[in-house]
Every structure is written in C-alpha cells, then in structure tokens.
C-alpha cells in the first residue's frame, strides 16, 4: 500500500514562506498525478495544487501567483513552496496520490500562519 508522509508545516507570521514535501513510498510505477488539499478548522477539505505525470498543473485561485507545486519523479516527491502566506492559508494540509486506480493520502501537516 502506498505511503504518503508530509513535512514542513510549522507557524509563520504573515508574508512568510514556508516549503512543504510529500514523499511517496512503496510504489512500484509513476504515481498519476499528485496534489496538496487543506483543510481548515470547521471547514471541508479542499485542493489547494495538483500536478501530473505529464506536467499538467492547476491551482485554486486564492493561492495563484504565491504557491508553487512541484514533484522529483525519481524521489516520488511533491513539494508545495508557499510565499506570501496569508492567515486565511492557516489549515492542515494533506498530500493526495492516484496510483493505479486508487487514492491514498497522507497524515496531513499543519500550517499556522499568524498575523
């Protein structure tokens, strides 16, 4: 079964940077696409950053031009470079992965970011 474990989240003041992974074990092919959800205190889960194998990569609007999604294929890792953070980007945030026809996510990591 495939492993996600996240990293990097921690608490921030407005404006700061933080960069997040998502590395990926016990797989055997390229993952399809992979993707950074977050999920705030009361609310629902929502996608933040996805990319696929082929480079296709989308963002949610509130996070375009700040976030950056990016993947090391041969590391089976995504990262998620967050600037310009906002407290509205305060949320626990979870890596996705879609592997042969299945989903798996990761623990989530939790980011703070304080104004």
């Known amino acids: 079964q495939v492993r996600l474990v996240e990293s990097g989240g921690a608490e921030v003041q407005t404006g700061g940077s933080l960069r997040l992974s998502c590395e990926a074990s016990?797989?055997?092919?390229?993952?399809?696409?992979m993707a950074w959800y977050r999920q705030a205190p009361g609310k629902q889960r929502d996608l933040v950053a996805r990319i696929t194998t082929g480079g296709v990569i989308d963002y949610t609007d509130s996070v375009k031009g700040r976030f950056t999604i990016s993947r090391d294929g041969a590391k089976n890792t995504v990262y998620l470079q967050m600037n310009s953070l906002k407290p509205e980007d305060t949320a626990v945030y979870y890596c996705?992965?879609?592997?042969?026809?299945?989903?798996?996510w990761g623990q989530g990591t939790q980011v703070t970011v304080s104004s």
């Open positions: 996705k992965a879609s592997y042969l026809g299945f989903t798996y």
């Open positions: 016990r797989i055997t092919f390229s993952i399809n696409a």
